[in-house]
T-cell receptor, first 113, second 117 residues
């Protein structure tokens, strides 16, 4: 069965600095998708970034980028120039083409001024 | 609509009562998902609707849980004879559903926080 592991329950970063959130997953599939979702106190899950497993190039969305290591089954999220509004729970998620999203347990990110 | 909406935002009920939670997906999205998020946990898949196909109910924790999707749009998640362990945030998500569950980004609603006393 597929699993997603986020080994950092909490992380903190100073405003304007860079932080990296870790995620590993276990699968025997070759075709799948990976996501990072952000959940602020409002509870709404917001898509941060998406990576297709068949793409070698790491996805980037403004200040957010990933380091996708397919062989190592690793999918870390890097947040550059951290802002106070980045404080939230971050969830890593995996999905096969014909299956359902599997989420990690989340990392709570605190941003200090 | 502009996004996925859910109602009520919060629901407090007594143990043994039935509750209904509503989800309005983004207009034009054919796929709809329900998840449960217990305190301090990730999301647990409950059920998935895709167009007119039979729903994937593999995540429902017991037969007290059921869901319907009327007219391919609004969905209702019903929990019968609620128990304290049902207390959680119930999140709904929708996606275009054009190319299969995996290829479409899911957009989430704000959730319903259910508290069973």
């Amino acid at each position: 069965a597929q699993t997603v592991t986020q080994s950092q329950p909490e992380m903190s970063v100073q405003e304007a600095e860079t932080v990296t959130l870790s995620c590993t997953y276990d699968t025997s599939e070759s075709d799948y998708y990976l996501f990072w979702y952000k959940q602020p106190p409002s509870r709404q899950m917001i898509l941060v970034i998406r990576q297709e497993a068949y793409k070698q190039q790491n996805a980037t969305e403004n200040r957010f980028s990933v380091n996708f290591q397919k062989a190592a089954k690793s999918f870390s999220l890097k947040i550059s120039d951290s802002q106070l509004g980045d404080a939230a729970m971050y969830f890593c998620a995996y999905i096969r083409v014909t299956d359902k999203l599997i989420f990690g347990t989340g990392t709570r990110l605190q941003v200090f001024p | 609509g502009a996004g996925v909406s859910q109602s009520p935002s919060n629901k407090v009920t007594e143990k043994g009562k039935d509750v209904e939670l509503r989800c309005d997906p983004i207009s034009g999205h054919t796929a709809l998902y329900w998840y449960r998020q217990s305190l301090g946990q990730g999301l647990e898949f409950l059920i998935y609707f895709q167009g007119n196909s039979a729903p994937d109910k593999s995540g429902l924790p017991s037969d007290r849980f059921s869901a319907e999707r009327t007219g391919g749009s609004v969905s209702t998640l019903t929990i019968q004879r609620t128990q304290q362990e049902d207390s959680a945030v119930y999140l709904c998500a929708s996606s275009l559903g054009l190319a299969g569950a995996g290829t479409d980004t899911q957009y989430f609603g704000p959730g319903t926080r259910l508290t069973v006393l």
